[in-house]
């Protein structure tokens, strides 16, 4: 990946391994089963930003302000191709982020800084719109092994599951990785592409 998560002190990378699936009404039930224990509940506005021809989105990056905080999900150099699980690396510095965009939309990049405040500027004179904004209601549930396991609606009517494992070495990838696949399918957890209707997120959101 072109920058390694690290675990050092300060440091605003992480490597995120997430796998999502369909959620039905015994999903909440299976997780409690399993020894889940529900750690909060609340909810978020996102809005995510692209250029007029989407340079972040086709390029697998996804630049988001959530409640007020600038946060990108970028492609590691690297993916495990097998798996079903996603993989980003998620920044949350604003300099780090500046540096990423600029280098996708080949700009300058000595006007960023960072701050939140600085970003904006960046998103401003770069022309960055947000393209879709909407409302999560989200369940996050705990268990053993360092799961995070996320129940989201949005306000469109969405629902979807998430199971995640966060990890800060690569070498600790492709375990983490049988960690999700042998918990989703403990929980008999669906496969999310298969079963998206067509029509149900926005296009933008489903580029890859
Ligand atoms: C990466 C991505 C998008 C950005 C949002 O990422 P996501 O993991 O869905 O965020 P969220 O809010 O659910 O989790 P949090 O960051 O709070 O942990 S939108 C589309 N993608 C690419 C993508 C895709 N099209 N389909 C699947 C199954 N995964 C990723």
Not at 3 to 32: A, D, M
Not at 57 to 81: I, M
Not at 90 to 100: F, H, K, S
Request: hydrophobic share 35%.
């Amino acid at each position: 990946m072109s920058e390694e998560p690290t675990s050092e002190t300060g440091t605003s990378k992480v490597l995120e391994l997430e796998r999502k699936f369909s959620i039905n009404e015994n999903s909440e039930r299976k997780l409690q089963e399993v020894g889940a224990s529900c750690l909060r509940e609340k909810s978020f506005e996102d809005s995510y930003y692209d250029s007029v021809d989407y340079q972040l989105t086709l390029s697998d990056y996804w630049l988001r302000k959530r409640e007020g905080n600038w946060e990108l999900k970028s492609p590691p150099e690297k993916r495990k191709p097998e798996s079903d699980v996603a993989q980003y690396i998620e920044t949350t510095n604003a300099g780090e982020i500046v540096q990423y965009l600029s280098a996708i939309l080949k700009t300058d990049p000595t006007h960023a800084g960072d701050n939140a405040d600085q970003i904006a500027k960046f998103v401003e004179k770069t022309g960055l719109q947000p393209f879709a904004v909407f409302r999560t209601n989200r369940k996050t549930y705990t268990m053993e092994g360092g799961f995070q396991i996320d129940l989201d609606e949005t306000d469109f009517g969405y629902k979807v599951g998430e199971i995640e494992l966060i990890v800060h070495q690569n070498e600790d990838v492709a375990a983490a990785l049988e960690k999700i696949d042998t918990l989703a399918e403990k929980l008999e957890f669906t496969n999310l592409e298969a079963e998206i209707p067509a029509g149900v997120l926005p296009d933008t959101l489903l580029v890859i």
